[in-house]
């Protein structure tokens, strides 16, 4: 999959624009505090103002244009900078056809309009000055951050969504569900599950943003605290991979391949097909498929793909399975503060390590490397006897996941707070087995 790189800058020009970059971003403290470069020479984006934008897309009758980036995160930050202030042809159409906005915090953001995957390092979303919303782009996976974002799939969604402002407002019950349901609160500070509430209100700076994922880790917390943390909840925005459906990532709607034997299959979806709407919904990118997908039960349920074929179209009715949401959630920033959280890190050991251990090559296991002091897992688990360099063998009596992020992905799909995780350790050549009670 094609990955997106910013041109380097020259030393001496890159020198030049860290002189002039606090003069650029004087019209906005917030762009000087978060040193954000992409932002700096790029006057064509209003910078974190919803309501200058939708006053503009008022006066204009342009649709809005809405990123949402998260500035210190290093991943998508080429990306961003290609969408930001580099790609011409996207900056053309910023600048012409849309009212953009570039949103980089999530303090104040009205989470009941602007409801999209918030793991994600960059993500979009097209609106109406009414509220109405076009569609949604931005998907990643365990393929890494930009596995499915490309200037030409996102230059493809922006003509899409210009079509479906051509159309409004004629076509209002058609994108009426691309709209979610009211959350019972409207910012991330109402959110009962947000932690450190004292600290997030005070003035955005580096040190206490509001990260997008910290939107689903608010929701994680509420949800065990209530009792309603399960599966379902955690298999978020699943792929149209879960239905056989492929979906070629330089195009946002064209069918690559289909799964044989798989849902897209029996209802006689193939590839080369283009996906126009589904379950009614118009279609501008893979992220549009994946809210379609998160909204409905995961049980026996029906999807309607409505798709060209050469210049005939038709609908095309999968059925699901139960359980067939289930998606890998890894790579999730979520994840880590997902109960249960353990606060432990406990790295692959190398070939080399194995070897200096005494174990068999086709081993493996696992060295922990740091153990919180802030963590009541890690806590418990330094009271249980874990120290830091013990090997860990074998994890609830199973083989132990591949790696550091594997591991907390099994912790944390099999084990609820309260419970006791059994670890086997080697310290000094000799094994020891642990008992480790899991905390929120």
């Given amino acids: 999959m094609r990955s997106i790189h910013s041109v380097p800058y ?15 971003a004087a019209d906005n403290p917030l762009k000087q505090t978060l040193t954000d470069m992409n932002a700096y020479f790029a006057d064509h984006w209003i910078y974190n103002d919803l309501n200058a934008a939708q006053a503009e897309a008022r006066r204009s009758g342009k649709p809005i244009f809405v990123t949402f980036r998260c500035v210190p995160c290093k991943a998508c930050k080429s990306f961003d900078a290609e969408v930001a202030n580099g ?4 900056k053309k159409l910023a600048m012409e056809k849309f009212v953009s906005l570039r949103q980089v915090e999530m303090k104040g953001v009205d989470l009941n309009l602007f409801q999209f995957d918030y793991d994600l390092n960059w993500a ?8 109405t919303i076009y569609g949604r782009y931005g998907t990643q996976s365990a393929d890494g951050p930009d596995a499915f974002n490309s200037i030409g799939s996102l230059e493809k969604a922006m003509r899409r969504v210009l079509e479906l402002h051509a159309n409004h407002p004629d076509n209002k019950a058609a994108l009426s569900g691309k709209r979610g349901k009211d959350k019972g609160y409207r910012t991330a500070l109402e959110m009962p599950g947000m932690k450190n509430k004292e600290k997030l209100r005070a003035p955005t700076h580096r040190g206490n943003c509001i990260h ?19 599966e379902d909840l955690i298999w978020r925005y699943p ?14 709607r064209l069918i690559k391949t289909i799964q044989e034997r798989s849902g897209a299959d029996a209802a006689g979806l193939r590839s080369g097909d283009e996906i126009l709407a589904v379950n009614g919904q118009p279609m501008i990118s893979i992220a549009d498929f994946q809210w379609v997908l998160h909204n409905l039960p995961n049980t026996r349920t029906t999807v309607t793909v409505t798709a060209q074929r050469g210049v005939s179209t038709d ?36 070939p080399s390590e194995l070897k200096q251990a005494g174990l068999p090559s086709n081993t493996i296991a696992s060295r922990v490397r740091f153990i919180a002091n802030n963590i009541k897992t890690a ?3 330094r009271r249980a006897g874990l120290r830091v360099n013990d090997i860990v063998i074998e994890l609830d009596n199973r083989p132990v996941p591949a790696g550091h992020r594997a591991i907390n992905y099994y912790v944390k799909q099999r084990f609820r707070p309260g419970q006791k995780l059994p670890l086997t350790i080697l310290r000094n050549g000799q094994g020891h087995e642990l008992s480790i009670p899991l905390h929120e």
């Fill in 315 to 350: 609908n095309y009715t999968i059925s699901t399975k139960p359980g067939w949401k289930k998606t890998d959630f890894s790579w999730r920033g979520s994840l880590w503060a997902m109960p249960p959280q353990m606060g432990i890190f406990f790295p692959q050991l190398k």
């Fill in 87 to 90: 790609s011409e042809i996207i």
């Fill in 10 to 24: 020259p030393i001496g020009l890159l020198g030049a624009l860290l002189a002039v970059a606090p003069l650029q």
């Fill in 124 to 131: 979009a979303m097209f609106i109406n000055a009414d509220g």
């Fill in 379 to 381: 806590q418990s688990a």
């Fill in 239 to 252: 792929y149209p991979d879960n239905l056989g459906i492929e979906i070629d990532p330089e195009n946002g």
């Fill in 212 to 230: 997008c994922h910290m939107i689903h880790d608010a929701e994680n917390i509420h949800a065990h605290r209530t009792g309603k943390l399960n």
